[in-house]
């Protein structure tokens, strides 16, 4: 099936450690996206990549650091988890063509104990 | 401070009735609303969308209606079954084709035999 997959569904670590979150799309997008979706339900973009190159960034620890190995691929790895970062975590792809809509993963359920 | 807001957190109707979910945002600079589903477990999937140059867009059973003076929009669903039964993100974009959307916090929609 054509889609966006993410691995691991679910995700318990304990504080201080290092995770990564891996994110693939078969859909031929040229721009791939993390968003963070936080207690409060809000939907929150976290990164974006446009063929390898990072166009929005909005205010997010440096702990967190998204990498492209290539335009289907866009991991997301994270330094020293605490507990706030205790969250599901969506993969999103798009064509960055007008009014494409977004192709969302199932999520990553990240659990930091 | 909500730029979409989706003021509903649940919404239960009758199967066969109309279902109407609605969302206000603020930024007038918003050219793209989309509609997205979420069922549990899974990652939201795109339903319907409107350019801020239309009123109305319909697509079998959803409509969706947008109001800019008054900065709001609803999503229209007749006749309404037991599997629309789901969470409704409303969605906002500025900035044009590589803006980006901010999201609502959602309706959970319940459709009852």
């Known amino acids: 099936d054509t889609a966006v997959s993410q691995t691991p569904k679910y995700l318990v670590t304990q504080m201080g450690n290092d995770k990564s979150i891996k994110c693939e799309q078969n859909?031929?997008?040229?721009?791939m996206y993390w968003y963070k979706q936080d207690s409060k339900k809000f939907l929150k973009i976290m990164f974006s990549?446009?063929?390898?190159?990072?166009?929005i960034n909005e205010t997010v620890p440096n702990r967190f650091s998204p990498k492209s190995p290539d335009k289907a691929h866009l991991n997301l790895h994270i330094n020293s988890l605490e507990l706030g970062d205790s969250a599901v975590y969506f993969c999103?792809?798009?064509?960055?063509?007008?009014?494409?809509?977004?192709?969302f993963g199932n999520g990553t359920r990240l659990t930091v104990t | 401070d909500q730029q979409v807001k989706q003021n509903s957190p649940s919404l239960s109707v009758q199967e066969g009735r109309i279902s109407i979910l609605n969302c206000d945002y603020t930024?007038?600079?918003?050219?793209?609303f989309l509609w997205y589903k979420k069922y549990p477990a899974e990652g939201p999937t795109f339903l319907i969308s409107?350019?801020?140059?239309?009123d109305k867009n319909e697509d079998g059973r959803f409509t969706v209606f947008l109001n800019k003076s008054a900065k709001h929009l609803s999503l229209h669903i007749v006749p309404s079954q037991p599997g629309d039964s789901a969470v409704y993100f409303c969605?906002?974009?500025?900035?044009?084709?590589?803006?980006?959307?901010?999201f609502g916090k959602g309706t959970k929609l319940s459709v009852k035999p």
């Open positions: 969605a906002a974009r500025e900035g044009g084709s590589q803006g980006n959307l901010i």
């Open positions: 409107i350019s801020s140059i239309k």
């Open positions: 990549y446009n063929n390898k190159e990072l166009i």
């Open positions: 930024n007038s600079m918003f050219d793209y």
């Open positions: 999103a792809s798009r064509l960055s063509s007008y009014n494409s809509p977004l192709h």
């Open positions: 859909l031929g997008h040229d721009t």
